[in-house]
């Protein structure tokens, strides 16, 4: 089972779980919450590790020992090969989710999905795959997503609400990247709403939480 911070109002009725990117860890995206709670007052915040630790108390949900992205996206076959990683840390994610929800007797339609560059595209792979369709989904800077070999989308039948945030500057996860997964996600049937944030790097700003918290709240009143 996936662990680590957490802040639950005394009235929980949604819940956002935050996927934190790679080698960092939950207390890092919780930074957000205080600024978060405050638009959101009866949302629960859950920051779980990634499944494998790695130095300076840092965890990651798969292997990206071979990430060398350059100023243009790598192959599609690269990118396959991610969507391919994420397939057993989404287990966990879901594993995660079913806990949350049983725990606080919410619903898939309670449960928004975040994550950040490694965890945006965790997120998103999650929120396609599960079962069951999640309020919404939240990519913040995320590796893009692609339907490949390893994720076709003629087998996704979820259409959740989607937000993309990028940094216009964004020196890890290039922005073109942001165009991609809109692209991709086209292939079936959703169109996802877009926040570029001009000179901003890797990484999440006031402009970017505003839109987060204006499309979460749009998710929690559906």
Known sequence: MLNGPSFVPSKIQ???ILCHGYGSNGDDLMGLVPYLKQSLPQTGFFCPNGPTPMMYNGFEWF???????????VSNDYLDILVQRCEEPSKLLISYIEHIKKNFNLEDKNIIL???SQGGLLALYTGLTTQNTLSGLIGCSAIPIIF???????????QPSILLTHGTSDEVVPSNGVNLSAHQLS??????????S????HGIDTPCLNEIISFIQKCCNN
């Open 14 to 16: 949604n819940a956002v």
């Open 63 to 73: 292997s990206l020992s071979d990430y060398n992205m350059a100023p243009e996206f």
């Open 114 to 116: 975040m994550g950040f």
């Open 148 to 158: 490949e070999k390893n994720l076709n989308a003629s087998n996704i039948t979820k």
């Open 187 to 196: 292939k079936v049937g959703i169109k996802p709403k877009i926040f570029l």
């Open 198 to 201: 001009e000179g901003l790097g």
